[in-house]
């Protein structure tokens, strides 16, 4: 098997059992016996655990984003763009793996002072923040360009709010009043 197969394996691996069972609860030797490879290959691929962790939370966004721009676009110009959003998270949610947000799931297990960490779950979520930016000045040209961003702050705190809440309470009606709140606030 290639280098990179291996690596991508690996990663797929730990993706899944980070996301299912959380990173703290998910140990080296479960990921190699998951993969089925040697321990030394996979510390020929990864150094450490917190370096498995960036490559899940890569996997995890690369795959997100992809997604994400995809569904949303796919819409009718407008408002429509705007409150796919939420549409989109329906989808995630009734998804038989979805355990809510693999960021805050992560950030929520390293400690305070794993920058390396931080700083990926933060410029990941920065992006999602571009992108909402993005579909607001797509589709919603009464908003005047000093408010863009603001709005798409709000968009993402309604968002990631129907994320937790809809997980918490193992049901949609946060995504779907969320939807509403920002159907509100862009009308």
Partial sequence: MKHSEVKNRITETASFLFYKNGYNSTGINQIIAETGIAKATLYNHFKSKEEICLAYLQFKNINFIEDFEKFTTSKPKGTDQILAIFDFLRLFYQDKDFNGCWCIKTVSEIPKDNEIIRNE????????????????????????????SSLARQIYLLYESAVGESHLHQK?????????????IIT
């Avoid at 923040?129 to 797509?138: P, V, Y």
């Avoid at 949609?172 to 509100?184: G, Q, R, S, T, Y």
């Fill in 121 to 148: 779950i933060q410029s990941q979520k920065n992006e999602f923040i571009a992108l909402i930016t993005k579909l607001i000045t797509n589709n919603l040209e009464q908003v005047k360009r000093e408010q863009v």
């Fill in 172 to 184: 949609d009606w946060p995504i779907i009043e969320a939807k509403n709140l920002c159907e509100k």
